[in-house]
């Protein structure tokens, strides 16, 4: 190989973790931004909302909410958001459950612009204290959240790890039964 096409390869190279981690700060993450949220699949009403829309909800002020990774580190400390309650968003919308046990075999899946996912299931969100905690963001400090999370973003607070379903650049928000 050319020492030319030798320092490209190496040049690529290097960049590859780089472009793995686009999400991290200090990179471009504009093109991920989402402005609206959806709600649809088992649902009577589908619903399209903005951070204004969300408004409407009752507010939920979180003063500090720690991301914590997979090993229990500490990935960062959210100050001062606002959000409201994913339930709260699913009872608008109104489930659909045809049969008395179709509500147990619903999950509700948070998609992200990236097609980064989360999954929750109805008991969870139901009937255990989880469900309290699963916040749909759309403020920090009273104002628009930042590009390298998007306008939108969904947290499960009391989750043991509160990153893995810190869904940023949140979408769509998918209702579906399992078989
Ligand atoms: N949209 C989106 N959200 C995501 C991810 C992603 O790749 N895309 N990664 C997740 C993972 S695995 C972790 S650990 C956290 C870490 O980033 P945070 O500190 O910004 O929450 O983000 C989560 N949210
Ligand atoms: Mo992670």
Redesign the pocket.
Known sequence: MNPLRRRTLIALLALGPVLARA??AGTDTSG?VTQTLSVGGRVKVSLMLSPDDLKAYPVQNQAEIT?K??KGET??VLKGYSGVKLIDLLDKATLVAAEPNDLKKTIVVAI?????K?VFSWSELYNTSVGEGVLVLYAKDGKPLAD???RI?L?SINDL??????????KDIQIRKID
């Open positions: 999400h991290t991920l991301v990774g997979r990935l960062r992200a612009s990236d097609d980064y989360a390298d999370e998007g973003a947290i790890h509160t990153g893995p379903r810190h869904v940023r650049w949140l």
